[in-house]
């Protein structure tokens, strides 16, 4: 899944109840990841990054783990790793 990285997104809390937005995308998978989800990407200093997904009409945000270098990319990359819809009740 190619996505892009939504610009200052920092900024949005993470949903009531959750530590971090990596802490959401767990919850929602049940997956603890090790490695940043970036194709050939080994980075373990993980985020709950915002993407967009890259070539689609999908305008919605999602949350996937990014370490920290990743999630300052501002190209579009490949992720292999659940994109988690980022709750509009926020
Ligand atoms: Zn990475």
Same mark, same amino acid.
């Given at each position: 899944?190619?996505?892009?990285?939504?610009?200052?997104? @920092?900024?949005?809390?993470?949903?009531?109840?959750?530590?971090?937005?990596?802490?959401?995308?767990?919850?929602?998978?049940? !997956?603890?990841?090790?490695?940043?989800?970036?194709?050939?990407?080994?980075?373990?200093?993980?985020? @709950?990054?915002?993407?967009?997904?890259?070539?689609?009409?999908?305008?919605?945000?999602? !949350?996937?783990?990014?370490?920290?270098?990743?999630?300052?990319?501002?190209?579009?990359?490949?992720?292999?790793?659940?994109?988690?819809?980022?709750?509009?009740?926020?």
């Amino acid at each position: 899944m190619f996505v892009k990285n939504v610009n200052g997104s @920092g900024r949005f809390p993470a949903p009531k109840g959750y530590a971090s937005w990596l802490d959401y995308w767990k919850a929602q998978t049940g !997956i603890n990841p090790t490695y940043c989800s970036t194709d050939n990407c080994w980075g373990r200093n993980l985020v @709950g990054a915002h993407v967009q997904k890259a070539y689609s009409s999908d305008q919605r945000w999602y !949350i996937v783990p990014l370490c920290a270098s990743c999630n300052n990319r501002t190209d579009t990359f490949n992720v292999n790793a659940t994109l988690v819809p980022v709750p509009s009740n926020l």
